[in-house]
């Protein structure tokens, strides 16, 4: 059994689907894919199943949500490719992975706008198998996958003046403390930062060159917790 898994981390295609094609080797290296959402280019939803289809041909491992340009009809689709993690719960190798898409309300004109309460909710699924089990061990064994970020220092940050994450997801995060939050939706909040013990990952728009490792050390043993080995970025 392998000590370390590395997962490809990646968000923000936005239909710019020839770079997928300068990705193979990063694709050839990681043990699973996880994808924060917007396949889709902004204000052309009908973009996304062609993007989708192809990152699928990349890896045979995506966990996946929508994004704020990806219209929620086409979870569908992301459900039959069997890669959707949206408002589900699943284990990968003993690694929990659990999602939420879409952005919180901002124009009100992209496809899949959310209240920070609906976003949240999808994520009830993870509390309500800690209470069925009786064990929040989970938590520690948990991978988020959320298109909007937390707030916070980082991966939210849009410019110097302005943070365009989530509170209450921030507030969930010190609550809850995942292993690990991937996000995106804010092109320029790439980065890596701690929210209380749980590493948090924006890995930038892949369109635009973007990506992130995400590696974890696998326990030796089933009572044993995963460990965040190593989180950094990169760029094609």
Same mark, same amino acid.
Request: glycine residues 10%; aromatic residues 8%.
């Given at each position: 059994m392998k000590s370390e898994m590395k997962l490809l981390v990646l968000s923000d295609l936005h239909a710019n689907n020839q770079i997928l094609d300068?990705?193979?080797e +990063? $694709?050839? %290296?990681a043990d699973a894919v996880l994808f924060a959402g917007d396949y889709a280019e902004c204000f052309k939803p009908e973009t996304g199943k062609e993007a989708l289809l192809k990152l699928c041909k990349k890896h045979d491992v995506i966990f996946s949500v929508l994004g704020n340009c990806d219209n929620y009809d086409f979870l569908e689709t992301l459900e039959n490719e069997d890669v959707s993690v949206e408002g589900t719960l699943v284990y990968y190798k003993g690694l929990a992975i659990a999602g939420s898409g879409g952005g919180t309300?901002?124009?009100?004109?992209?496809?899949?706008?959310?209240?920070?309460?609906?976003? +949240?909710?999808? $994520?009830?699924?993870?509390?309500?198998?800690v209470a069925d089990g009786g064990d929040d061990s989970l938590w520690k064994n948990l991978v988020l996958i959320s298109h909007n970020p937390p707030k916070g220092q980082l991966c939210d940050k849009v410019n110097e003046s302005l943070h365009a994450g989530s509170q209450m997801f921030t507030d969930f995060i010190l609550e809850n %403390?995942? +292993?690990?939050?991937?996000?995106?939706?804010?092109?320029?909040?790439?980065?890596?930062?701690?929210?209380?013990?749980t590493t948090v990952v924006n890995p930038g728009s892949l369109g635009e060159g973007h990506y992130a490792w995400l590696e974890l050390k696998v326990p030796e043993n089933e009572n044993d917790t995963w460990k965040v080995s190593k989180a950094e970025l990169g760029n094609l």
């Open positions: 300068k990705m193979d +990063l $694709f050839s %290296q309300i901002f124009t009100g004109k992209t496809e899949f706008e959310r209240t920070e309460e609906e976003i +949240l909710s999808d $994520f009830d699924i993870v509390k309500d198998a %403390q995942p +292993l690990a939050v991937v996000c995106g939706h804010i092109h320029e909040g790439i980065g890596v930062e701690k929210i209380g013990e």
